[in-house]
């Protein structure tokens, strides 16, 4: 077909491949990305070695998180010296934080784009294919990729993310991610409830509401948080704050399961968790990440709590919600912290009883306030003990918390098939636990009673009562 060809199905014969590493929010963005590079009449593919443009959308928040990607990279020297048209760009967080340097430091960079860079990639990828090299770090007040519908990308056609915020304003002195990805701002709710009913048309069954801080989400018609109490009275009632905001979606789509991730402890309002108990289809679950169990090492990242308003906050949510599963994200080894410190942890734990958590040590980040004014003084060998000192007692209390469901019936939603077993469906109870059981007549999108048999500390093992 040499005649009448058009300019853009020149193009339809490159193909893209997208990696994702770190948090959520960047999976999320990969499917952006893809809506957009697609709309360039790139088709994607999951074959490294047919790509003509590999994007790695990548972390920063941890040092071995960048030391991942930088191997990543490495490998795909073989790839270019055989394709000599083949592209590399680096998206996400180390995009932002590097910046130029990046095209320095890996030369098998060609393209370099911040968070809130992705709309200018068309203009990139034109300029990368000229043969010049590429970069957008510019991070934006406004952008929250509203208008752009995300492509699902290896989709199990059942769960997906609804980005709600962008950004994070909250400055806890480790952090990389303010820097990263810039000032705080909210998404438009109708933009939101416009991609949910997108996806409850096609058949999904789970959302994820995402943000750094979800329970900071504010609607005032744009704009940022900060501005809005100087915003007139009639603005002011009719904003939607995240507790609205949950309603609104859990009203709008009786049918779907909805969860949302990360709340910030010094942002989750008593209305957020009323709401969570009145609408069924809001899973009792939530991640409260709290960091440490020292009040001093609190104040030192600068979170804006206490260890006893924590401690407050999880009594109301288990009296107002009794079944909630809660989990926790937990850094060990922050600057100056000392026995005593780490035991706190520990006993907040204890006092907890956490479903399952995430557990870090302590990283240094270039640039943060932590990384200018602590000395990174905590022997590597004692985080490392401290570490496996929490991960331990944690799986104490997640064994805890499964063996509460054995004998009880919860409700699942088939995701995928068990890795273990290709006879057993796996999906997550309500409170984000995950359970097998045997496939029988049931398909993946499924909701289905499941009588809990046994387990172990992270699944729950059963038999469908829905036959
Ligand atoms: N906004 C979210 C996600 C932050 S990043 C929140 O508030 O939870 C996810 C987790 O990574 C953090 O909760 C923290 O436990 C961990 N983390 C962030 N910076 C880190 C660092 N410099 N070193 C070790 N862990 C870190
Ligand atoms: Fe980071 Fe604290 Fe925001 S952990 S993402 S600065 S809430």
Excluded at 76 to 104: P, T
Excluded at 245 to 270: C, G, H, Y
């Amino acid at each position: 077909m040499g005649i009448g060809l058009k300019s853009n199905e020149n193009k339809v014969s490159k193909k893209f491949y997208i990696e994702s590493y770190g948090c959520q929010m960047n999976f999320a963005d990969s499917e952006v990305v893809a809506s957009i590079v697609s709309k360039e009449g790139y088709n994607s593919t999951n074959n490294l070695n047919d790509a003509d443009l590999i994007l790695l959308n990548t972390c920063s928040i941890r040092e071995k998180a960048e030391l991942t990607v930088r191997k990543r990279l490495e490998s795909f020297n073989k790839l270019k010296r055989k394709n000599k048209n083949l592209k590399v760009g680096v998206l996400g967080c180390m995009a932002e934080r590097l910046k130029s340097k990046f095209l320095d430091e890996e030369k098998i960079v060609d393209l370099v784009v911040g968070p809130d860079a992705y709309k200018d990639i068309p203009n990139l990828l034109e300029e990368i294919n000229e043969g010049r090299n590429a970069v957008n770090v510019i991070l934006s007040k406004e952008e929250t990729y509203g208008d752009i519908s995300p492509v699902r990308l290896s989709s199990n056609g059942v769960t997906a993310f609804v980005s709600i915020t962008r950004g994070c304003d909250n400055m806890c002195t480790f952090c990389v991610v303010p820097f990263t990805r810039g000032r705080e701002r909210s998404r438009d709710p109708k933009s939101i409830l416009n991609e949910i009913k997108d996806l409850n048309n096609s058949n999904y069954k789970e959302i994820t509401l995402l943000g750094q801080n979800v329970d900071s989400y504010l609607w005032y018609g744009g704009g940022l948080k900060k501005d809005f109490k100087n915003a007139d009275e009639f603005v002011k009632k009719t904003s939607v704050n995240f507790s609205k905001l949950l309603k609104l979606v859990a009203e709008a789509f009786p049918k779907l399961r909805i969860r949302f991730s990360t709340s910030n402890p010094q942002d989750m309002s008593l209305d957020v968790i009323k709401t969570m108990a009145n609408y069924d289809n809001i899973c009792n679950y939530i991640h409260l990440p709290v960091q440490s169990g020292s009040d001093s090492i609190l104040k030192a990242m600068n979170r804006q709590h206490t260890r006893e308003e924590y401690l407050t906050l999880i009594k109301n949510i288990k009296d107002i919600i009794p079944n909630c599963g809660i989990s926790h994200d937990m850094i060990t080894g922050f600057p100056n912290e000392s026995d005593m410190d780490h035991k706190q942890t520990l006993s907040l734990m204890k006092e907890v009883q956490y479903d399952f958590g995430y557990m870090f040590k302590y990283s240094e980040r270039p640039g943060t306030f932590a990384a200018k004014k602590f000395e990174d003084n905590v022997k590597e060998s004692v985080k490392k003990i401290r570490l496996q000192e929490i991960i331990d007692l944690q799986q104490t209390h997640s064994h805890y918390r499964t063996r509460q469901y054995v004998g009880k019936i919860v409700e699942v939603l088939i995701e995928k098939e068990s890795k273990k077993s290709n006879l057993h469906w796996a999906g997550r109870n309500e409170q984000n636990t995950m359970v097998v059981f045997p496939k029988q007549s049931h398909n993946i999108g499924d909701f289905v009673k499941v009588k809990v048999l046994e387990c172990t500390s992270a699944t729950l093992i059963g038999v469908s009562q829905d036959l």
